[in-house]
């Protein structure tokens, strides 16, 4: 398999993950890093062994093929305009772009200059939600005509040194962390037709919890509780809930309800976990694993649990994509009509009117266990 010189903009906290999972996988080899802050740059540089750039220099290295965005989301149309006017491939992390209409001006970048884009998140390739998608695939539990879905915390402040992008316009819960469970909504179900919400904000200021800024007041200048009804093609309705002003609840990271039974699927910001199903008459059981290398537990995270983090892989299968002329699972389109659902949901809330939706996707192909291990080194 070719393997991609690969290069990153942007060395804050998530470049520490690219960084260290890109040698699990065979299609990619990241060579440089590259920051506006060049001592943070030469910082990860020497941490992983790879060069320090300028942004500038990044973008005309001669060996690198693909660069991967991973600048604040404010920054991250212009930056990938600017890879793509390079010449380079791009990759971002999610969200993808803040608005519909950025979505649809690197599309066309893209196509005129021949260069495939790619976005986070990759989490719905992981054992677990693979295992959900030929659940529904095999009919297990008949037609999906309903769900639930929360993703709901105290925020992001008390852990987060420099929190602030995420209480900015282009932050809160649907646009940080919403695409985990949208883009896995997608992917199990199809594309969203038409949306509504409601949302607010409980207060007008948080108080930075960690590191050097401990104690300081951060403005909240976007909506932190929204709840909201996606109508999807098929005729499903999935209620979400996404919100940063909730100490505790008791709510499942994700229901669906076929005609046939209901499934449960884990968390879509994690690769693993259990799939449950209740066929019906039958009590919950745990779904049969299938072995999938993307569900295999490789990690601890802060508190001793054990995780699958495969992170890179839809930029691993991205680069794999193109040498195989092949589409890519984490495209464009899929970020581009997550984005346009998102944005939705806060202009409904905003305006308190339905929104249809003007683009549409198809679901990206499985990932079977056997591609997944393809991937790997």
Known sequence: MKKFGVGIIGCGNIAFSYLKLAPLFRSINVLAVADLNMDAAVARAEEFSVRAETVDGLLAASDIEIIVNLTIPAAHFEVTRQILEAGKHAYSEKPFVLTLEEGEALRELAAK????????????LGGAHQLARSTIDEGMVGEIIGGTCHVMSPGMESWHPNPDFFFQPGGGPILDLGPYYVTNLVQLIGPVKTVSAMAS??????????????????PVETPTNIHAVLEFANGALITLGASWDVWAHRHKNMELYGTKGSLYVPDPNFFGGDVLLAEQGDSVAEVASQGHPFGIENMEDGRGIGRANYRCSGLAEMAAAIAEDRPHRCSLELATHVVEIMTAILRSADERTWIDMTTTCNRPERLSPEKAKALLV
């Open 113 to 124: 200059k021949g260069l495939r884009v790619g976005s986070a998140p990759d989490t719905f």
């Open 201 to 218: 904000a409980s207060s007008k200021t948080r108080i930075i919890g960690n590191g050097p800024r401990l104690g300081e007041t951060v």
